[in-house]
């Protein structure tokens, strides 16, 4: 089918005041700020619409609806009607061109006027009420329209859900195509079966909504990619980072080593904030999610002994314990004092890189300097978060349920740390951390291949491997 | 038909993802050192402007991210600081050149060293060199990832010159990304030939520079040019300067040699009369073997960065950049299609003077299973339940039925439901129907907060409603009943002084 002839699918989104609407619409377009919610009823007052493009061409146009508020009436309403009782569309026009009955059922006057003008439409059930009548009225109203509709369930995972009963209640009046698919939760399985539903019931548009879900697939991989991506950068400029403290000097220090974990920790928020962006998370919006944030931020801070062992992290590592947990190793003198060069060695790297940095370090050693870094603990600490948080992200209100696989969060817990970190460790110019200027490409390639170790694993044991 | 009321769209820009659009190098150079600043350092909390503009700056999210960045408060440092380190490559680059004119010179003068110069000597000593550079340029063009940015001493130069100086040049806050991003654009493919043609400019004017001092010390003073060679037979070098003399002659520049030309500048022959000849067959040697190529390349290299550089591709997949992708698409625009309906004046229904007989309690759509429920201090005669249609015309018709009205309508109704028209238009019936005060009891907001909804929104609405029917709310939960909202209820059904 050629472009020019493709015509965007119509689809409406319908159902009682405040069942979440607004909240699916939201979800299917990964945008938060489309019209405004909140817990209220009646909050739409009029149609808004959204266009799901690719390319520039419009592939789904999404249509939020006010809310149904007296379907009982209207019911009544075409009850009391005469003339010809089994043509529904005639009856609903009827009931669109009487200025009275128009006024009275504004807000219902609004729904069926749009459902009568799209292909398509999803009925959205809060599955926590009850099945009152007054909602199997509605489904009769909307069924008078002839269109054909696909029942969404919206709040399922919450304990007062009654699925079961609105299942039955929809098979009774012939809805079959229903979906539990809870709005304020971000799952893409759920928002691709709902495509797909859309596609066994539209034959027309299954092209259409076919290269919708290919684009949407594309997007994902682009996210999560860039999401890796973020994740190994972060990796790389810590494990790069160094500061240099005068020897003897235990206050200076001491300061220098605070400055350091200041750093580092600002820059793991930054990194935070990046994987919220990324999954088009509102600045404001995630306070009551599922995730394991608070105001957007890590709780625990990263240099307490108790995160690591939180994080099934053990202290110390194979670096000399005598600063405590997540703290600073000081590489100079231990490169040069007894016993712990080896323990260096293992942790700076072997080969080439390690001679090289022995050079400069004997220099700062005679310049009467050292030079401290972020222990390896931390760094594993680091990754396990982040990759925590991405595991939320990717399924939106699921982080409890779907958190990290256990191997996942061992392999960063207790493998060897990929060579990238400690190629990275003998690269001070790489790190973000040290004021560096150059745009070294070994770096990039070092960030490339750490991001790509990352996804991997990711999708390993990621959410779809469930 | 009625009049579709499809109206008011926006666009999620989904087309931003592959993006055709294109950046001048400054505006690319000021997008990418905004990307890695924040990649870095985060975002500021002062892009909100510069976030509203771009929406506006075009169809994709190239040319959003490239407007959000000139809008951006350290733009003007940044710029400041490009325009600084442009003026650093200049010089380099200027530096370079003049280092090309003294060692063009300088080879110039030492294959003249003597008055009697072998031709051949001086040939190559003036064009192993520069061809030699020629064939590694080649190679490294044609091998070398990408992201190696100078295939060539001279652009080496010039990148390292930038990143090593750039910053000791630069004072804005953003000076270690714009030296970043600068080197990232040397990488891309028009920065590889912007250096490219620097190379290639440098043996231009090395090229440029031997000629230049050849023709003066050529003018100036008698040189003697001959030929020789220990190992080859004569036969084969006329050959060589024969397949030498090929080009420049078909070019016009000499004429092309006799066999008995070119054996009569054998060394030791007396050549006298044939100096100048052989003069101008080495200077056209030179300008044809070292000028030309170089100044072709030169030219092309200049030409492919001059547009290249016009029209950058930015890679919107870096997670700097696609992290904005949601905050610069375009914001919902909603179309309020027609008003509001207006509110059916709110009469404020009072206790009826003729009162008689308790109050009427009216069960909406509240799944107790302990319905009537029992509150301390209350008693009312029990009308039933409103939760269908039927049920509903049963009331109406028992409302109408009393003699003389009851003191009060109580509606018990549940915070659970969200308030809408339908309940609303019934209670008001019901409440005309009974001629009587109407008092809507709010139940089960324990259960509301259960569900993790702040109460107090769902209750203001409730209290909307009750104010657009006339009727009091009370917000009592039957189950932990509040002796404040007992006394308030028990008030409310006291007849007016």
């Known amino acids: ?466 | 038909m009625p009049r579709p009321i499809i109206e008011g769209r926006f666009h999620a820009g989904r087309a931003q993802f592959v993006s055709k659009a294109r950046l001048s190098a400054a505006d690319w150079l000021l997008t990418e050192t905004v990307r890695l600043h924040e990649e870095r350092h985060g975002r500021g909390g002062d892009d909100d402007t510069a976030n509203a503009l771009a929406r506006n700056a075009g169809p994709n999210l190239t040319l959003r991210l490239a407007r959000r960045a000139a809008a951006l408060p350290a733009a003007a440092s940044v710029r400041a600081d490009l325009a600084r380190l442009r003026r650093l490559a200049l010089r380099l680059g200027g530096l370079v050149l003049v280092l090309a004119a003294l060692a063009g010179g300088l080879a110039a003068m030492a294959s003249t060293a003597e008055r009697e110069i072998g031709f051949l000597l001086a040939a190559a000593s003036l064009l192993a060199l520069p061809t030699l550079m020629l064939l590694i340029w080649l190679l490294l063009m044609l091998l070398s990832r990408p992201s190696r940015a100078a295939a060539s001493l001279s652009g080496t130069v010039v990148a390292m010159g930038i990143s090593r100086l750039g910053p000791r040049l630069l004072d804005g806050p953003l000076a270690a990304e714009t030296v970043a991003a600068s080197g990232g654009l040397l990488g891309t493919a028009p920065g590889r030939w912007a250096l490219s043609a620097m190379a290639h400019l440098f043996w231009v004017v090395y090229s440029l520079a031997a000629l230049v001092v050849l023709v003066l010390l050529f003018s100036v003073a008698q040189y003697d040019l001959s030929w020789g060679t220990t190992l080859l037979s004569d036969e084969s070098v006329v050959g060589l300067i024969s397949a030498l003399a090929w080009l420049p002659a078909n070019l016009g520049l000499i004429d092309p040699p006799r066999a008995d030309w070119i054996l009569a500048g054998r060394e030791g022959h007396q050549p006298g009369s044939t100096r100048a000849e052989w003069a101008s067959f080495l200077l056209a040697l030179v300008l044809v073997y070292g000028l030309l190529p170089r100044l072709f390349l030169a030219v092309l290299s200049a030409l492919l960065a001059f547009f290249g550089l016009r029209r950058l591709h930015l890679d919107t997949r870096q997670p700097g950049y696609l992290r904005l992708a949601g905050v610069l698409s375009d914001s919902a625009e909603v179309d309020v299609h027609g008003q509001a309906p207006a509110a059916p004046p709110a009469r404020r229904r009072r206790v009826p003077r003729d009162a008689d007989g308790p109050p009427l309690l009216v069960g909406m759509e509240l799944e107790r299973s302990d319905w009537p429920v029992k509150l301390p201090g209350q008693s009312w005669q029990v009308l039933g339940q409103a939760d269908t249609r039927a049920q509903r015309r049963q009331l109406l018709a028992a409302a109408e039925g009393f003699l003389r009205p009851p003191p009060a309508l109580i509606a018990h109704c549940s915070a659970l439901r969200t308030p809408d028209e339908g309940t609303g238009r019934f209670l008001g019936r019901l409440a005309d129907a009974a001629e009587t005060l109407l008092v809507i009891w709010l139940d089960q907001t324990g259960r509301l907060e259960a569900r993790d909804i702040d109460p107090r929104q769902r209750i203001a609405d409730w209290r909307s409603l009750a104010d657009r029917i006339g009727a009091a709310l009370v917000v009592l939960d039957a189950d932990q009943p509040a002796p404040g909202a007992l006394a308030e209820l028990t008030a409310l059904l006291e007849p007016d002084q």
């Open chain 1, 1 to 466: 089918m050629s472009r020019q002839e493709r015509k965007p699918l119509r689809l409406a989104v319908v159902g009682h005041t405040n069942t979440g609407k607004t909240s699916l619409i939201r979800t299917l377009l990964h945008r938060r700020d489309f019209g405004e919610i909140d817990n209220r009823g009646g909050t739409t007052r009029q149609v808004a619409s959204a266009a799901l493009a690719v390319d520039g061409e419009t592939l789904i146009t999404l249509y939020d609806s006010p809310g149904l508020e007296d379907a009982p009436g209207l019911i009544e309403w075409l009850e009391a009607l005469p003339g010809e009782r089994h043509d529904g569309p005639d009856r609903i026009h009827r009931l669109l061109t009487e200025d009275r009955a128009r006024a009275r059922f504004d807000h219902e006057a609004r729904v069926l006027d749009l459902m009568l003008n799209v292909d398509v439409a999803l009925y959205v059930i809060d599955a926590r009420e009850p099945v009152l009548e007054k909602y199997q009225d509605e489904l009769a109203v909307l069924a008078l329209c002839a269109r054909p509709m696909l029942a969404v369930l919206n709040f399922v995972v919450s304990p007062d859900s009654r699925e079961a009963e609105w299942r039955d209640a929809l098979a009774r009046v012939g809805l079959h195509t229903v979906l539990a698919f809870d709005a304020v939760v971000r799952d893409p399985a759920t928002e691709r079966r709902l495509f797909e539903k859309l596609a066994s019931q539209l034959d027309a548009f299954a092209p259409t909504l076919q290269t919708w879900l290919a684009h949407r697939e594309g997007e994902e991989e682009q996210r999560l990619a860039a999401a890796c991506q973020s994740v190994a950068e972060l990796l790389i400029d810590v494990a790069a980072a160094e500061r240099l403290a005068e020897l003897g000097a235990p206050a200076q220090r001491a300061r220098v080593m605070d400055e350091l974990k200041k750093a580092v920790r600002k820059r793991e928020q930054v990194c935070v904030a990046t994987l919220l962006d990324l999954y088009r998370f509102g600045r404001e919006d995630y306070a009551d999610e599922d995730l394991p944030l608070s105001d957007g931020r890590w709780s625990e801070d990263l240099f307490d002994p108790d995160t690591l062992k939180y994080h099934g992290i053990r202290a110390g590592g194979h670096i000399g314990a005598g600063a405590g947990a997540g703290a600073m190793v000081d590489v100079a003198t231990g490169g040069l004092s007894l016993g712990t060069g080896t323990l260096v060695g293992a942790a700076v790297g072997a080969g080439v890189g390690l001679v090289r940095g022995f050079g400069t370090r004997l220099g700062d050693r005679l310049r009467g300097r050292e030079r401290l870094m972020i222990d390896d603990p931390t760094l594993r600490l680091l990754a396990a978060r982040q990759l925590e948080l991405l595991a939320g992200l990717r399924l939106r209100g699921h982080a409890s349920q779907a958190p990290l696989k256990p191997a996942e969060r061992k392999s960063w817990a207790e493998n060897k740390l990929p060579d990238e970190i400690h190629v990275a460790r003998r690269h001070p110019g790489w790190s973000a951390l040290n004021m560096a200027h150059g745009s070294d490409p070994a770096r990039g390639r070092a960030v490339a291949q750490l991001a790509r170790l990352i996804n991997r694993n990711f999708l390993k044991s990621g959410p779809d491997g469930r």
